[in-house]
């Protein structure tokens, strides 16, 4: 029997979103399949609050976040971290033969707008990148504030992961000036992994044209000139690409703000259960993620023995991630959960803790 996820991604799949995978396969050069991509686009656009492209790429959001350095870094990047995936992309931009820089924060601290301010006012950089929800602690930086400071730095390209955060909260890119800001959409989106998204900016695009050796699968020009006729440059996963305009079209009726309200009312019920059962937060007041909360163990829970109980009763629970590892849990309330499914996992948890703890 498959395991019911409760894990941070791939997220539970409803499977209203699995029927809407079936849909007749046509090819990507059809006008059936440009129907789709425009739907769904601009459905996005909608979503994202902009009239600059936002493009479908076949590939996990690292293949986006290797594809902004390459198109946009042509000095020296800036890599903003205070977790594993954020840290992991200062690793990606320098395999890619670029000159870069880690500013880090502790883990469970967010990226701060004075941080972003004293390494950019060095001069040195060209680009930064900035995971705003680093899924391996919970933390949610303040993109509004590290926007307001961009402001200040036009000619630093501002390269932005919300992995996973888009779709559950608002994201005004026109309004923050993003150059890119790119999302999988295994997380809040609520689909299977293998596609990704991301709006780019005019600046962005007019920038990538004149930086060399960007390669050709994530070139932002051919991503531009193929999405003009509503297409991809290579084959698309077009069955993900049905599923998320089924999903969209789910998001519309639901209503946005309605979403980001159920979001942020399934982080405020999360954080006050772990603190019920004696648990602390990990992310620092004030920075805590709305699509997933990171747990602190309380010194006496075993997290290894938790999840293989949780797992012997078919639902797949995490016990933290990189060098936070068993020291942390976390749990998603993202996509399609509702509060039910949030009661479900708990009456679990409170069943089998007795049995976990010494």
Not at 92 to 107: I, K, M, N, P, Y
Not at 203 to 210: E, I, P, S, V, Y
Not at 237 to 255: M, N, P, T, W
Request: glycine fraction near 6%; charge should be negative.
């Amino acid at each position: 029997m498959a395991k019911k996820l409760y894990i941070p991604g791939p997220v539970e799949v409803s499977l209203d979103v699995m029927e809407a995978m079936r849909a007749p396969m046509v090819g990507h050069r059809m006008k059936e399949y440009a129907q789709v991509h425009q739907r769904v686009t601009e459905a996005l656009q909608t979503m994202l609050n902009t009239s600059d492209p936002v493009f479908l790429s076949t590939s996990s959001a690292f293949g986006v976040m290797e594809g902004a350095v390459r198109n946009l870094v042509q000095k020296r990047c800036a890599n903003f971290a205070n977790g594993a995936f954020s840290k992991k992309w200062h690793d990606v931009t320098l395999r890619c033969g670029l000159q870069a820089d880690l500013h880090s924060a502790e883990w469970g601290q967010p990226i701060t707008a004075a941080m972003v301010d004293k390494a950019l006012a060095t001069g040195k950089y060209d680009a930064m990148t900035l995971v705003h929800n680093e899924t391996s602690t919970g933390v949610m930086s303040p993109l509004e504030e590290i926007a307001a400071v961009m402001e200040k730095y036009p000619a630093v390209s501002f390269i932005v992961d919300t992995v996973s955060s888009m779709s559950a909260v608002s994201l005004d890119v026109a309004a923050l000036g993003t150059d890119v800001c790119l999302a999988g959409v295994q997380k809040a989106f609520g689909l299977p992994p293998g596609l990704a998204v991301f709006a780019a900016s005019r600046k962005a695009l007019d920038k990538a044209r004149t930086t060399p050796n960007r390669g050709y699968y994530f070139d932002f020009e051919e991503f531009e000139k193929n999405d003009l006729k509503h297409n991809t440059p290579s084959t698309p996963c077009i069955s993900l690409i049905y599923a998320l305009d089924h999903q969209l079209q789910k998001f519309a009726a639901e209503g946005l703000e309605n979403r980001y309200a159920r979001h942020r009312a399934m982080a405020e019920r999360t954080r006050s259960w772990i603190e019920e059962q004696g648990f602390g937060l990990f992310a620092a007041e004030g920075c805590r993620s709305l699509t997933l909360t990171c747990g602190k163990n309380d010194a006496r829970t075993d997290l290894e023995t938790l999840k293989k109980l949780a797992a012997e009763r078919d639902y797949a629970i995490d016990n933290g991630y990189g060098k936070i590892k068993n020291q942390t849990f976390r749990i998603p309330h993202m996509a399609d959960m509702t509060m039910e499914d949030l009661d479900e996992l708990f009456t679990l948890l409170e069943e089998l803790l007795p049995q976990a703890r010494s």
